[in-house]
């Protein structure tokens, strides 16, 4: 049977426009259907405005560091909310050019539309009310923020997507959550001068993370101003007269605030995407269920990135489509590899780390040294400002092997980016020992990390 296409993408996002790009370079017929803006989570209300707001809400706090350098400033610093979330749209609104510009630039037939399935092979272009038919299909519609729907008032607080594009930055902010997205957000916020509370359900933040990874970011919430309150969570929010909102918590305190923010994570985006009309299987949260070549239990039907909820990461959406391009397309089967995926959080200071956390290790059976250096960076002495690094190795007993790194301190992403290469390598204490020093860096303490602290 001849068909429209030979793979149709539903959802411009990482993984989406990565896979589209490749089939069609490869020579293959290919559309691809996204209902927003090309790019995106990641480019268009994640990863990209999310960092463009860090670096916002650092520049804050260079400025105090500098004085310890000689700079005055005439007049007390202040910051206009107006000119950041403009300028940050206007890059977003430029990359999402850019997104539709490498689908047409590659002949793909780039589909303004919602696309839902309608059966193995067949696609419902939303709103041009057309059918297509493809030989193979790509489901890469991501995820979006959730709130909690069972408390009333909870449609009174924004999500993520709603925090780039707020009309007037307010003076107060209670954030739910204890992941990513709260912890990233309430820095922000307190770096750009709003008075922030976390409230968190559980009893630390970041529990995917090293332990003493977790506990630098809880420790640097008062110098930044951040509140935390844990183990509770809302029971309900209410609108004030005045324009605010009055939030309840379960340990029966009472929150008045300007603004609510839910960061309690995130769900694919399957709900009326016909997935059950097909027999597409979904787990409980909604995620596609795939193998290991993200096929799905329709075999002409394959999903990456966020809707299969396995590691929701952007390069990770894009190796996944890599993968499949590669498999389907390529005649080159290819399969994701999972292990030593390196993540950060763009708290301030960050955190970052790559491989196994000492508890995972022990949990997968390895017998580990763990090597600390806690630390006040160079740059933070003059500067008067108390600001520590913690630079963690944890290392296999038997084979010297480096399984994991775990950096809390000023650009901890770009440190644990170029040390997962060498981690993921598998190589091993000694060989990190041998490496001469780069110095005065902050990084060169990896190399002559020798204080065991736990064994
Ligand atoms: C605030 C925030 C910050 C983040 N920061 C980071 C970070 O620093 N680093 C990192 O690695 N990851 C980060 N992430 C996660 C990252 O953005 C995602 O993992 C990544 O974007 C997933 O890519 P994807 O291709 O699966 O889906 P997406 O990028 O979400 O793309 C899915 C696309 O499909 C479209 N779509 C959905 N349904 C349909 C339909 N039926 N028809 C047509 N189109 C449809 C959507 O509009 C969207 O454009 C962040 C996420 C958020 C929310
Ligand atoms: N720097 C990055 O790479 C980055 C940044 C942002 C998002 N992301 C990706 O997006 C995903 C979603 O981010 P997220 O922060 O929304 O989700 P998350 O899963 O990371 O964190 C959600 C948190 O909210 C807590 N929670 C749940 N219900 C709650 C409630 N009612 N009250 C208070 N807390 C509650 C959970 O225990 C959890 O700690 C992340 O898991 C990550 O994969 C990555």
Not at 15 to 32: E, I, M
């Amino acid at each position: 049977m001849a068909y429209d296409y030979d793979l149709f993408v539903i959802g411009a996002g990482s993984g989406g426009v990565r896979a589209a790009r490749l089939a069609a370079q490869a020579g293959f017929k290919v559309a691809c259907a996204e209902e927003s803006k090309p790019g995106g989570t990641c480019v268009v209300r994640g990863c990209v405005p999310k960092k463009l707001f860090v670096y916002a809400s650092e520049y804050g706090h260079m400025m105090e560091d500098a004085k310890g350098y000689g700079w005055t400033f005439p007049e007390a610093p202040r910051h206009d909310w107006d000119t950041l979330r403009d300028n940050v749209q206007a890059e977003v609104e430029r990359l999402s050019g850019i997104y539709s510009g490498i689908l047409e630039k590659n002949g793909v037939d780039h589909i303004r539309s919602r696309a839902v399935l309608v059966d193995p092979h067949t696609i419902h272009i939303v709103e041009e009310d057309r059918q297509v038919t493809a030989e193979k299909i790509l489901v890469a519609v991501g995820g979006r923020p959730i709130r909690d729907d069972g408390i009333p008032g909870a449609e009174l607080g924004i999500v993520s997507d709603d925090a780039f594009l707020l009309p007037k930055l307010p003076k107060t902010a209670v954030i739910a959550g204890g992941g990513y997205i709260a912890v990233e957000f309430a820095y922000i916020l307190a770096g750009l001068g709003v008075a922030v509370t976390l409230v968190y359900r559980g009893e630390r933040v970041l529990r995917s993370f090293d332990t003493d990874l977790a506990s630098y970011v809880e420790g640097n919430f008062e110098r930044a101003g951040i509140r935390y309150v844990n183990n509770t969570v809302f029971t309900k929010i209410e609108e004030m007269d005045v324009g605010g909102r009055r939030v309840h918590l379960m340990n029966g305190d009472v929150l008045d605030t300007e603004l609510v923010f839910w960061a309690i994570g995130r769900r694919p985006n399957t709900d009326s995407l016909g997935v059950d009309r097909v027999g597409v299987q979904v787990d409980r949260h909604g995620a596609i269920i795939v193998n290991e070549d993200s096929q799905s239990s329709v075999p002409s039907i394959f999903a990456v990135g966020d809707v299969t909820n396995r590691v929701n990461l952007t390069p990770v959406a894009i190796r996944e489509a890599a993968a499949f391009v590669e498999t389907q397309f390529k005649g080159n089967p290819r399969r994701m590899d999972y292990d030593f995926i390196p993540k950060a959080v763009f708290s301030q200071p960050p955190v970052a780390s790559v491989g196994y956390t000492a508890a995972e290790a022990r949990a997968a059976g390895y017998e580990v040294d763990v090597y600390k250096a806690d630390f006040r960076a160079m740059r933070n002495i003059l500067a008067q400002n108390p600001e520590r690094c913690i630079m963690k190795l944890v290392v296999c007993k038997k084979t010297d092997k480096v399984l994991g790194c775990h950096i809390a301190g000023t650009e901890a992403g770009e440190m644990v980016q170029v040390a997962a290469i060498a981690v993921k390598a598998g190589v091993t204490k000694a060989q990190f020992d041998a490496t001469c020093a780069l110095h005065p860096t902050v990084a060169e303490e990896l190399v002559t990390l020798n204080t065991i602290v736990e064994e």
